[in-house]
């Protein structure tokens, strides 16, 4: 059995890239570390480049919204 990490953290984008880089550091830096950050891209073309940066971070996923972008959904 895989073992689960004890909590989850949830980052949605959508062009902030600038912020995401820092949310993504904030989290990295908490002395707790049995977590998984799960980022997902809401028809963000910045949001993969950011992650790119810390891929290595095995911790981090990242998900891209897919289908056609509806504004306001």
């Known amino acids: 059995m895989i073992p689960r990490p004890k909590m989850t953290v949830i980052t949605c984008t959508y062009y902030r890239p ?3 880089r820092r949310v993504i ?3 990295q830096k908490q002395t707790f570390e049995d977590y998984e950050h799960i980022v997902v891209s809401d028809h963000d073309p910045f949001a993969r480049h950011v992650y790119e940066d810390f891929k290595d971070d095995k911790r981090i996923r990242f998900f891209e919204v897919e289908g056609p ?3 306001n959904l």
Do not use: F, I, N, R
């Open 25 to 27: 550091q904030s989290v």
């Open 18 to 20: 600038d912020l995401l």
């Open 69 to 71: 972008y509806k504004y």
